[in-house]
């Protein structure tokens, strides 16, 4: 029991990181900052360092899940899948998005423009969408991985 626990808790702080830096910090920082380049910046960052913790989080999980399967918690086989599409969504941003976005800002930047500025705009755009997109499905599976896990257990 202590152990399912745990995992509730970790979960939950990951889930709160996430919800965090996306619906709280990240808008906070375009509304106050008057330069929104740097409020784009600060928000990559924040961005990679939750992708960051959250692929090792998702592995981490998996990991234990399978441990308290083992030990015939039954409960966490099926939220295995939910973290693995919670580690393919960081994955996805990680090393595609971010990167191929990252790529688009400093070629305008190397042009004299920001990004959404430049004629690459566009591109920018619809990935940004898309990466938001990545986001918010990532989001809710932790959303709906919490609320299955705080049924009680029969």
């Given amino acids: ?35 929104s380049q740097v409020a784009g910046m600060v928000a990559g960052a924040l961005f990679r360092i939750e992708g960051v913790i959250s692929m090792i989080l998702s592995v981490g999980l998996i990991v234990f899940a399978n441990l308290l399967v083992k030990r015939g918690c039954g409960r966490y086989k099926n939220i295995r899948w939910y973290l693995l599409a919670m580690l393919i969504c960081a994955v996805i941003s990680a090393f595609f998005l971010e990167p191929m976005m990252d790529s688009l800002r400093e070629e305008a930047l190397s042009h004299g423009f920001p990004v959404m500025l430049s004629p690459l705009a566009e591109t920018f755009s619809r990935l940004h969408t898309f990466a938001s997109s990545v986001y918010l499905l990532q989001s809710l599976i932790g959303l709906v991985l919490l609320w299955r896990l705080s049924k009680p257990i029969d």
Avoid at 8 to 21: P, Y
């Fill in 1 to 35: 029991m202590t152990a399912q626990r745990v995992f509730v808790f970790i979960l939950t702080l990951w889930v709160g990181s996430i919800i965090t830096v996306g619906y709280i910090v990240t808008p906070t920082l375009f509304a106050t900052l008057s330069d």
